[in-house]
Nanobody
Framework: QVQLVESGGGLVQAGGSLRLSCARSGRTFSGFTMGWFRQAPGKEREFVAG????????YNTDSVKGRFTISRSNANNTVSLQMNSLKPEDTAVYYC?????????????????WGQGTQVTVSS
């Protein structure tokens, strides 16, 4: 079983930055692709960014291009999302997810394990 715990959310003004982290406990991280998703009130959960076990990265370029950076430490069993130049429309609950496949997938249905989410609120 894989357990994921997110941290780093909070309230920030527009233009500010936050760094989200996701720590894994339980079975090995080996071979898992990690993803960050977000869900705003009344909206579907959407893909934000993902990183494969080998470091291949995919972003939802429409919404986060050039502002968010995903990274992972396989040694420390963590994945992070650095969010810069935040906008009010980035306000959402952010979720970390893990799935055992070699490439990044955008569909939330592909991911087997999920964290509990962390709230990010960006004020204007």
């Amino acid at each position: 079983q894989v357990q994921l715990v997110e941290s780093g959310g909070g309230l920030v003004q527009a233009g500010g930055s936050l760094r989200l982290s996701c720590a894994r406990s339980g079975r090995t991280f080996s071979g898992f692709t990690m993803g960050w998703f977000r869900q705003a009130p009344g909206k579907e959960r959407e893909f934000v960014a993902g990183i494969s076990w080998t470091g291949l990265i995919t972003y939802n370029t429409d919404s986060v291009k050039g502002r968010f950076t995903i990274s992972r430490s396989n040694a420390n069993n963590t994945v992070s999302l650095q969010m810069n130049s935040l906008k009010p429309e980035d306000t959402a609950v952010y979720y970390c997810a893990a799935g055992r496949f070699p490439e990044v997938r955008r569909s939330r249905d592909a991911y087997e394990y999920w964290g509990q989410g962390t709230q990010v609120t960006v004020s204007s």
